[in-house]
């Protein structure tokens, strides 16, 4: 059985590359997807964050008007509660728009490093790194 033509072989190999380089598009795409809701989720984390902090200021707030005008520590002590507690609240969500941000941050890295490793197998980097103004010749 004969071996079947260079210009065969060059087809097969081209057609091979343009599927690669369509799967890992569609996987850098599926991956930006993924980092971009997880950034969303932490993003309406931050927003959480900061209304209860406003929120425990203001009871901060309220807490020392109490104190002066009652001079009494009952009023003053409940205010201060409320306020620690949203503290606390504001704390919690911070903590877990860090975690989800700390998520989404290794996927575009790891696209990166694939489609670089794809580009030297097909000796694109050596035509990249020549740049787009060097002499062909």
């Not at 059985?1 to 081209?14: E, R, T, W």
């Not at 795409?29 to 809701?37: G, N, T, V, W």
């Not at 901060?60 to 008007?65: E, F, H, K, Q, R």
Request: aromatic residues 2%; charged residues 15%; hydrophobic residues 60%.
């Amino acid at each position: 059985m004969a071996a079947p033509p260079l210009s065969q072989i060059a087809a097969g190999v081209a057609a091979d590359a343009g599927r690669l380089a369509r799967s890992e598009a569609a996987l850098a795409r599926a991956e930006a997807r993924r980092a971009a809701r997880l950034l969303g989720r932490a993003a309406a984390l931050v927003a959480g964050a900061a209304l209860a902090g406003l929120v425990a200021v203001m009871a901060i707030g309220v807490a020392l008007v109490a104190a002066l005008v009652a001079m009494g520590f009952h009023p003053a002590l409940a205010a201060v509660a409320t306020a620690v507690a949203m503290a606390a609240v504001a704390y919690g969500c911070l903590a877990a728009a860090r975690r989800a941000v700390r998520g989404a941050a290794g996927a575009p890295r790891r696209v990166w490093s694939n489609l670089a490793a794809d580009a030297h197998i097909f000796g694109l980097k050596e035509q990249q790194d020549a740049g787009p103004h060097a002499s062909h010749g």
